[in-house]
């Protein structure tokens, strides 16, 4: 089925130093959604966006709304290695479904 | 709260036999999905309910998918005969309502067929 772009694909970072991952569609989306998935468990839900151009935060996690509304930006600060796992885009364009991305797999060394 | 609960967490069974997923949905909820996750393929919609009423049954892969909602709180995926093909990790997902309302997932169930 069609798929959002997510990248990277996977990265590993230091304890402490921030991250970002992006999400991107040829489409225009009304809402995006960020999810993180960690071993054996299903999605979490983190931040959703409703509006173009919005930033909305989560604790350590930030997120926005990409202004022309085909991408979405997920930045966590200072992190931790509780952090790691997958993270999800998804968006939406009006109908019932959400389209999920590829996901970024994230490890932290400690 | 509770969130959405599938079960079992893990099933194994031998190809050609039938296997039943379950999901209770989060409470109120009005709207009931089923994904599949794959490495290959991430995770895609098979079916989803409303009101107990399947409404888009698109993504299910073949005849062998079946999925029931006989009440509001109660969901199954079917799987006959089931196929090492179709091992994944099986999702539910339920919302409040559609429109621009997350999707709140339970933890899964693992499938391995033999």
């Known amino acids: 089925g069609q798929q959002l772009n997510q990248s990277p694909q996977s990265m590993f970072i230091q304890e402490g130093e921030d991250v970002s991952m992006n999400c991107t569609s040829s489409?225009?989306?009304?809402?995006w959604l960020w999810y993180k998935q960690d071993p054996g468990e299903g999605p979490v839900l983190l931040i959703a966006?409703?509006?173009?151009?919005e930033l909305t935060s989560n604790g350590r996690l930030t997120a926005q709304f990409g202004i022309t509304r085909k991408d979405s930006f997920l930045n966590i600060s200072a992190s931790i290695p509780s952090d790691v796992g997958i993270y999800f885009c998804?968006?939406?364009?009006?109908?019932?479904?959400?389209?999920f991305g590829t996901g970024t797999r994230l490890k932290v060394l400690a | 709260d509770a969130g959405v609960i599938q079960s079992p967490r893990h099933e194994v069974t031998e190809m050609g036999q039938e296997v039943t997923l379950r999901c209770k949905p989060i409470?109120?909820?009005?709207?009931l999905f089923w994904y599949r996750q794959t490495m290959m393929r991430g995770l895609e919609l098979l079916i989803y309910?409303?009101?107990?009423?399947?409404?888009?049954d698109s993504g299910m892969p073949e005849d062998r998918f079946s999925a029931k909602m006989p009440n509001a709180s109660f969901s199954t995926l079917k799987i006959q005969p089931s196929e090492p093909r179709d091992s994944a990790v099986y999702f539910c997902?339920?919302?409040?309502?559609?429109?621009?309302?997350?999707?709140?997932f339970g933890d899964g169930t693992r499938l391995s067929i033999l």
């Open positions: 309910f409303n009101n107990n009423v399947p409404i888009d």
């Open positions: 489409s225009i989306f009304n809402t």
């Open positions: 966006l409703y509006k173009a151009g």
């Open positions: 997902a339920s919302s409040l309502w559609v429109g621009n309302q997350p999707q709140h």
């Open positions: 998804a968006g939406q364009s009006g109908t019932y479904k959400y389209i």
């Open positions: 409470s109120g909820h009005d709207y």
